[in-house]
């Protein structure tokens, strides 16, 4: 499956931001997530949902205010994200893996978006 992430943009503290990822055309029938990666940092990992969508699990940093979901008749992922920081400043990326339930971890997933850029300022 390609995925390809988009939505990402410059906003300014306190705004939102609805971050898509569509899966071309597939019907992924396993969990998704995304991750997202600041300048000098590692990947981390921010939100997951399972297939089809009942379980979801988030980061400390971001839970309450940003929320995962996943459109499985338009096969797209969504991250809705509010009261943005300037610290959520990163790349974005989505991912999916084979196996149904949510996993938080990089080596879970086997495939990969190409990003999109998030910036807050503050």
């Known amino acids: 499956v390609q995925l390809q992430a988009f939505g990402g943009g410059l906003v300014q503290a306190g705004d939102s931001l609805r971050l898509s990822c569509t899966t071309s055309?597939?019907?992924?029938?396993?969990?998704m997530a995304w991750f997202r990666q600041a300048p000098g940092k590692e990947r981390e990992f921010v939100a997951t949902i399972s297939w089809p969508g009942v379980n979801t699990y988030y980061a400390k940093s971001v839970k309450g205010r940003f929320t995962i979901s996943r459109d499985n008749l338009e096969n797209t992922l969504y991250l809705q994200m509010n009261s943005l920081k300037p610290e959520d400043t990163a790349v974005y990326y989505c991912?999916?893996?084979?196996?149904?339930?949510?996993?938080?971890?990089?080596?879970?997933?086997?495939?990969w978006g190409q990003g999109t850029q998030v910036t807050v300022s503050s």
């Open positions: 055309g597939v019907t992924w029938r396993g969990a």
């Open positions: 991912a999916a893996r084979a196996g149904q339930y949510h996993a938080a971890t990089i080596r879970d997933y086997e495939h």
